[in-house]
């Protein structure tokens, strides 16, 4: 039986075909790189992560032009506050979630992005219909994009994607750097671009929660643990119970503190002190005085590494190196067809380097 969210996939490429004709096979275009002050950046997704992956982009545009203003179209409520820290950062337009069941909401939207006229509009995703029917709606003089057989339209910038990189974080900047006929250089992290007095307090939420571990725990750090994560990726409280141990036993130097997920319930049974936020940037500030993030595969995982945090994340079921977390720092442990104590025991191996010293290069995902 096809997956349901395979089929909508389906009959939207097809129905995008059939309004637009179809997209370009081939690079088309070259981008300029004077003249562009105006930027749309096309990113429809309401996920935390797929939102966050954009920030190297952002990085990306302001070193190549510093006196630009670029616009998010969003599906994420929350963008603004995530890309609060880019002075480049004009507008953020949120369209609703479900737009069929939004239809006045949904065109208050598109009013918004036609009214402005742009030097240039990206379609950052190689998959996504939405994005590429918003580009084609917008009033800009270059759009670019993603060639394929997935896309719909022609575009004035079309770059085949066959030798991008594997990592959705690094897409989007392969996008424009192809465009713009750009060097190869390092790609840039990912930056919530947190300002000090954020940093700050979240160290003192941090040694608040410290103080409420073992005795003789905290001397050399806070590991925070998130156990949260989306559909199959979701692992059990048993699968918890028999992995925690391990880890409790290796760093009993520092204390562990559990991240609560939105739903405000402990995955790991109260046994920790707890810290609960629902505001992304108050998060990310505790994110980012941690020694080490232990998490699943989710978009917690993301915003610490925004954070600056190192991260050791537990992967079972998604594509590591398409959405592993992403730049120095970072580790992965392929846990599918490993017992809970295995898990642990392959985290303790890789992430233990990590948390007092230079991370394992074979760790590493960038």
Known sequence: MMDIHA?????????????????????????????????LICRISHSLGNTLLITPLLQEIEAIWPGAEVDIVSRNPIAPEIFRGYACVRDVICLPRRGLRHPLALLRCLRRLQRAEYDLAIDTDPRSQTGRALL???????KLGFAGERKSGEISCAVSPDEAPRHNGQYPVYLLRSALRRAAMPYPPLDLRLNPSERESGAQVLARLAAQAAPGCGRRGVIGVFANATGAKLLSPAWWREFMPAIDAHFSEFAIVEIVPMNAVSMLDSRYPAYYSSHVRKLA??????????????????????????????????????????????????????????????????????VVGEPADAARVA
Do not use: K, N
Not at 11 to 32: F, H, I, K, S
Not at 136 to 142: D, I, N
Not at 296 to 324: K, N, P, Y
């Open 7 to 39: 089929l909508r996939s389906r009959l939207a490429a097809r129905g995008m075909r059939l309004l637009a004709g179809p997209g370009d096979t081939a690079d088309a275009g070259v981008l300029l790189p004077r003249g562009v002050f105006r930027i």
């Open 136 to 142: 084609l709606r917008s009033r800009a003089h270059y």
């Open 285 to 354: 500030s505790v994110l980012s005085q941690l020694s080490l993030l232990i998490c699943l595969d989710c978009g917690v995982m993301h915003l610490a590494r925004a954070s600056g945090t190192r991260t050791a994340a537990i992967f079972t079921q998604t594509d590591i190196a398409e959405w592993g977390p992403y730049g120095e720092g970072a580790t992965v442990v392929d846990a599918a067809g490993l017992s809970a104590e295995q898990a642990a025991q392959a985290l303790i191996a890789t992430a233990s380097i990590d």
